[in-house]
């Protein structure tokens, strides 16, 4: 029996909405198949450094934090032996991981929309629906997400990002008095710059100390 490691790494984009990290199989077995980037854990490692690792040396990027997901392992998910993949996720900006580097036992690496994706090898697509799964129903309870937008952002921006994660409608007026009274969101004395006509709109800035406070104290948070 073997363990591994395998990373959910979501993507966000505001041209390009939501995008998965794949990578192309370089050997059998499912020679030349997408699959998750990860693979086993060695005898001195944690599955923490374990999906790290993996994560680098199969499309070339470092993130700092990956959540634990879900433990899989039914008896046949793997035709080699019987492996047993504990699995990660985590959101990212993907503008700042444009640059992969496939290695080891990875063909090539690139970034997928969730909504086409290629048929995975493995029990993949099981994983990955699963990931979209926690990550929706963490939307529901906890504000996350801010790491995926710049620095400073109009607000219309947070709204995007929820709507596509969520992949429905969110009532806007709402939403926007729910995230400012929790007070992790606080309004620039900026405006945004526009080439093109409208009016520009105000921008603001996630407090990222105020958000760990309240995650500690216990937030109450419904869209």
């Known amino acids: 029996m073997k363990i591994a490691v395998d990373a959910v790494v979501f993507g966000y984009s505001k041209e390009e909405g939501i995008n998965l990290l794949l990578v192309k ?15 086993f854990i060695k005898e001195d490692e944690s599955l923490e450094k374990a999906v790290e690792r993996e994560l680098q040396e199969e499309t070339g990027i470092k993130i700092n934090y990956l959540e634990q997901l879900y433990t899989f392992g039914k008896v046949n998910r793997d035709p080699r032996k019987r492996i047993i993949s504990v699995t990660y996720f985590g959101l990212v900006n993907k503008n700042r991981f444009l640059k992969l580097k496939a290695s080891t036992d990875a063909e090539e690496a690139n970034w997928f929309s969730i909504s086409e994706l290629p048929n995975l090898a493995f029990d993949h697509n099981e994983i990955v629906e699963t990931a979209i799964k ?27 990002l929820y709507t596509m994660l969520l992949d429905r409608e969110i009532d806007r007026r709402n939403f926007k008095k729910k995230i400012m009274k929790l007070g992790i969101v606080e309004e620039l004395d900026e405006k945004e710059e526009r080439s093109g006509s409208g009016r520009p709109g105000k921008l603001y800035r996630f407090k990222k100390n105020e958000y760990e406070k309240l995650k500690k104290e216990g937030m109450h948070f419904e869209i």
């Not at 939307?139 to 952002?153: A, M, N, V």
């Open 25 to 39: 199989r370089l050997y059998n077995p499912f020679k030349g198949r997408w699959v998750l980037p990860g693979g």
């Open 134 to 160: 926690r990550l929706r129903a963490k939307l529901e309870y906890e504000p996350i997400g801010f790491e995926l937008l710049e620095k400073k952002f109009p607000f219309s921006d947070l709204e995007q």
